[in-house]
Structures are given as C-alpha cells and as structure tokens.
C-alpha cells in the first residue's frame, strides 16, 4: 500500500447527468474522482458522491489497485454488465473524462510531474 497518501495524484472527471433523474435538478453533474499513486500509477482510492453502496462497490472491485488505464477499462466494462440505472452513461462518461484528464497532464511537456525522480531532476 501507499505509506504517504499526501503524494498522491488525483484527477477528475465529469458528466452531464440526464434529464430524468431528480440529482439532475439539484447537481446538474456527476463528478468522479481517481486518487493515483505517482510512482506506479494505481488506483487507490476514488470518490463518487452519488453513486449507491453497490455501484461504489462495482467500482471499487473494477478501479483499486489497477493502473489508471486498466482500472478505467475495467470499470467501463464492469459497469456495462453490471449497472442498470438512468445514470449509467453518466457515470461512465465522468470516468472516461477523468481518464481523458489523466492523458492530458501525463502528454503535457508543461505538466509538472509528481514522480520523485523527475522533481528531483527539475530542481538540480
């Protein structure tokens, strides 16, 4: 497991959720958080404030301790399966836009990078 948790990475993503759900009036979006280990890029923890016990459940078997792109097809895939609710597309949109997040920080030359090695190199 992680010994410093105050090191980890975390990105988000959002999605319009649809018309016919009361959350719509009052949120407008579900958002999704993934807490990401620097070093090797695990999942270690996620938040998801509307989601039930059991599709946090779902999540959490598909996302924890996966790399952030294997969690994230895992996640797609198991709540394809596995989760039957008017907020499903949502859900997985937030998913794959918080993955979209991911990609966009890890590709950009002016990211600043959280990994030791490479804050070391920066500040020598």
Do not use: W
């Amino acid at each position: 497991m992680l010994e410093n948790k105050s090191e980890t990475i975390v990105i988000e993503g959002s999605a319009r959720l649809p018309e016919n759900t009361s959350a719509k009036y009052v949120y407008g979006f579900i958002t999704v958080e993934l807490e990401l280990d620097p070093v090797d890029l695990r999942v270690v923890d996620f938040s998801c404030a509307l989601l039930s016990s059991s599709a946090k459940k779902i999540l959490s078997q598909a996302l924890l301790e996966h790399k952030v792109e294997e969690g994230i097809e895992n996640a797609v895939e198991q709540l394809q399966k596995r989760f039957f609710s008017s907020t499903k597309k949502a859900l997985i949109a937030a998913i794959q836009d918080a993955y979209r997040s991911y990609k966009t920080i890890s590709t950009s030359p002016d990211a600043v990078s959280s990994r030791p090695e490479t804050c070391n190199q920066r500040n020598l």
